[in-house]
């Protein structure tokens, strides 16, 4: 799986939007873009993943590059429950084992 | 209802002694895994199993011995435990639908060594 880069941490002001970014210019055709999250004391949540195309789900709204090699996850109105580390991850289109974490992204919503 | 469920949720323990945690999910999923997070919050895997077999084994001490009876529940045994293994473990679950897999984490089973 190719290696991402994220900011280790953000803050934003509640009901603003929450823009991360993720580098992974490794990446290959076939590996597709995940987003996790982890509040504190929490277990790990999935947010949204993405091939190629711009995902949208009731939580977030994924954008990738034309050329594949970044990726922003867009939280439109962060509130304070959105306070949490999130991780980008690359796998393997298919592919099915283990999550590679690294330190992600401190996300703090501010009041 | 809760998707991945873990027990118990804390526990404290002195060195030495034998413990287990269990998990146990209700998607029926096919695959599971045991995660740790250690206290600099680093999240790494352990096992994995798939239907019931071991298909990942991450240089985990063989103190760590997990056991899945039916493929709804992985558990993580854990002989003569050491200060070192007080951490966050946390089970997961997951399944590939098409080309494209999410997992499942339980809440976490926070571990303290004394």
């Known amino acids: 799986d190719a290696k991402t880069t994220q900011p280790p941490s953000m803050d934003c002001a509640e009901g603003r939007a929450a823009n991360l970014p993720c580098n992974h210019s490794?990446?290959?055709?076939?590996?597709?873009v995940y987003w996790y999250r982890q509040i504190h004391s929490q277990g790990p949540q999935y947010i949204i993943h993405g091939l190629k195309n711009n995902e949208t789900n009731e939580m977030a709204s994924l954008i990738i590059t034309e050329d594949r090699k970044s990726s922003t996850l867009i939280l439109p109105h962060a509130t304070l429950r959105d306070t949490a580390v999130y991780y980008c991850i690359v796998r393997v289109r298919g592919s099915q084992g283990n999550l590679i974490f690294g330190k992600g992204t401190k996300l703090s919503v501010k009041p | 209802d809760t998707a991945v469920s873990q027990t118990p949720k804390y526990l404290v323990t002195q060195m030495g002694n034998d413990k287990s945690i269990k998990c146990e999910q209700n998607?029926?999923?096919?695959?599971m895994y045991w995660y740790k997070q250690d206290s600099k919050k680093f999240l790494k895997i352990m096992f994995s199993?798939?239907?019931?077999?071991?298909?990942i084994n991450e240089t985990v001490p063989n103190r760590f011995s997990p056991k899945s009876p039916d493929k709804a529940h992985l558990n993580l045994h854990i002989n003569s435990l050491e200060l070192g293994d007080s951490a966050v473990y946390f089970c997961?679950?997951?399944?590939?639908?098409?080309?494209?897999?999410?997992?499942?984490f339980g809440p976490g089973t926070r571990l303290l060594v004394l």
């Open positions: 199993y798939n239907n019931k077999e071991l298909i």
């Open positions: 997961a679950s997951s399944q590939v639908t098409g080309y494209q897999e999410t997992q499942y």
């Open positions: 490794t990446i290959s055709g076939n590996e597709y």
């Open positions: 998607l029926g999923h096919d695959t």
